[in-house]
Nanobody
Framework: QVQFVESGGGLVQPGGSLRLTCAAS????????MGWYRQAPGKQRELVAV??????KYEDSVKGRFTISRDNTKNTAYLQMSNLKPEDTAVYYC??????????????WGQGTQVTVSP
């Protein structure tokens, strides 16, 4: 009942920039939290950045380099990533916590988009 359109991943050199976009659709009544997690090979999935009620939270290693924003009218979030480092290489998953036709509060994940930072 929730679909995602994710875009913006790809290959970039160290120091470069990328902008991820995530648009959620379906029988969504309200999105409480929206953002991204990432998972690198052999590692656990970790929070990158989320926005909820105007408040933002960032993983320590991305503070000052990544900026998350959200357009509530479009159920869309954006992650501007600058000064990218090889350690940012991972699959980035869009995430929402939302009320839908099925549940008052559920966690939903996008299919993921690959970000690779390499010379």
């Amino acid at each position: 009942q929730v679909q995602f359109v994710e875009s913006g991943g790809g290959l970039v050199q160290p120091g470069g920039s990328l902008r991820l976009t995530c648009a959620a659709s379906g029988t969504i009544f309200s999105i409480y939290t929206m953002g991204w997690y990432r998972q690198a090979p052999g590692k656990q999935r970790e929070l990158v950045a989320v926005v909820s009620s105007g408040m933002t939270k960032y993983e320590d290693s991305v503070k000052g380099r990544f900026t998350i924003s959200r357009d509530n009218t479009k159920n869309t979030a954006y992650l501007q990533m600058s000064n990218l480092k090889p350690e940012d290489t991972a699959v980035y998953y869009c995430y929402i916590a939302a009320s839908t036709a099925v549940t008052r509060l559920g966690n939903y994940w996008g299919q993921g988009t690959q970000v690779t930072v390499s010379p």
